[in-house]
Nanobody, 124 residues
Framework: QVQLVESGGGLVQAGDSLRLSCAASGITFSRYTMGWFRQGPGKERECVAVITGTGAMTYYEDSVKGRFTTSRDNAKNTVYLQMNSLKPEDTAVYYC?????????????????WGQGTQVTVSS
């Protein structure tokens, strides 16, 4: 049974940092591309960051480039999203997703497995 469990969300002020974690089980983690998505109030779920299985390739959505960094520890079956200089518009539920691929996947329809999400709220 595949499980993705996010943690690390919370309420912070603008300019603060948070690190989200996503622990995976039930998959050969290093063979999976991992994506981070977010869904703000009244908005579509969007991809903000992706990292391939070896960590060799990453992708960032334009609005988070230079502020967010994704990384992974394959020995711990965990992927991270370091979020710096947070803005109120980053407020959303953040989800991690996994799919068995060597490619950078940026569409939600490309991911087979999803976590339950963690709330990030940034106050101004």
């Amino acid at each position: 049974q595949v499980q993705l469990v996010e943690s690390g969300g919370g309420l912070v002020q603008a300019g603060d940092s948070l690190r989200l974690s996503c622990a995976a089980s039930g998959i050969t983690f290093s063979r999976y591309t991992m994506g981070w998505f977010r869904q703000g109030p009244g908005k579509e779920r969007e991809c903000v960051a992706v990292i391939t299985g070896t960590g060799a390739m990453t992708y960032y959505e334009d609005s988070v480039k230079g502020r967010f960094t994704t990384s992974r520890d394959n020995a711990k079956n965990t992927v991270y999203l370091q979020m710096n200089s947070l803005k109120p518009e980053d407020t959303a539920v953040y989800y991690c997703a996994a799919d068995r691929s060597f490619a950078v996947l940026t569409s939600r329809t490309q991911y087979h497995y999803w976590g339950q999400g963690t709330q990030v709220t940034v106050s101004s």
